[in-house]
């Protein structure tokens, strides 16, 4: 799906309004481009790659997958990216020349493909879910904060029928007595 300018500029303010943003909005001239790394490159992955890279002054500089089929099929599209079968070697190459990294791969690689983005002070877009335990959100949280880098998470489809019923098991006190309740999304 192509962003409009319209949406950007919309998505851009909401973004700069946030602590951790302005990082990536104000420490550039309004005529350079944002260079960008994808860790993964197909299905989900290469729906964040389309989206994030259908904005004109989006540059996709590097490519991470493991999967040698999809990182030729995502070379084609972007053949000015630097391509890369490990995240970690394609971090410690690309780390000054990237502004920001999507980690849309298997489930447990994502905390740690995070962290180490972090970890450079990359702004970080990221696919659901984020960690499979708290300690990691708690890291991802603190790491970000220290660094001054942006995350966000990948909820697409957090409202269908079936979260809107454990919504309902909840209230309903089906699963028993809930203290708290966290959900963030946009």
Not at 29 to 35: A, D, I, M, Y
Not at 124 to 148: S, T
Request: with cysteine.
């Amino acid at each position: 799906m192509k962003t409009s300018r319209r949406q950007f500029l919309l998505s851009a303010s909401a973004l700069a309004s946030l602590p951790a943003f302005p990082a990536i909005l104000s420490n550039r001239s309004p005529n350079s481009l944002l260079s960008h790394a994808c860790v993964g490159t197909a299905n989900m992955a290469g729906a964040d790659l389309n989206s994030i890279s259908s904005h004109k002054r989006t540059h996709i500089t590097a490519l991470c997958d493991v999967d040698s089929a999809y990182l030729a099929a995502a070379k084609k599209r972007h053949p000015d990216a630097r391509i890369y079968r490990d995240w970690r070697e394609m971090l410690e190459k690309e780390g000054n020349k990237i502004d920001s990294v999507n980690v849309s791969t298997p489930d447990h690689m994502h905390a740690p493909a995070v962290l180490a983005a972090l970890a450079r002070g990359k702004n970080v877009y990221a696919q659901k879910p984020l960690c499979h335990e708290l300690a990691d959100c708690r890291k991802i949280e603190k790491l970000a904060q220290a660094k001054g880098a942006g995350t966000q998470l990948g909820t697409q489809i957090a409202s269908w029928i079936c979260d809107r019923q454990t919504v309902a098991y909840i209230e309903s006190g089906a699963i028993g007595a809930i203290k708290h309740v966290w959900l963030f999304t946009n």
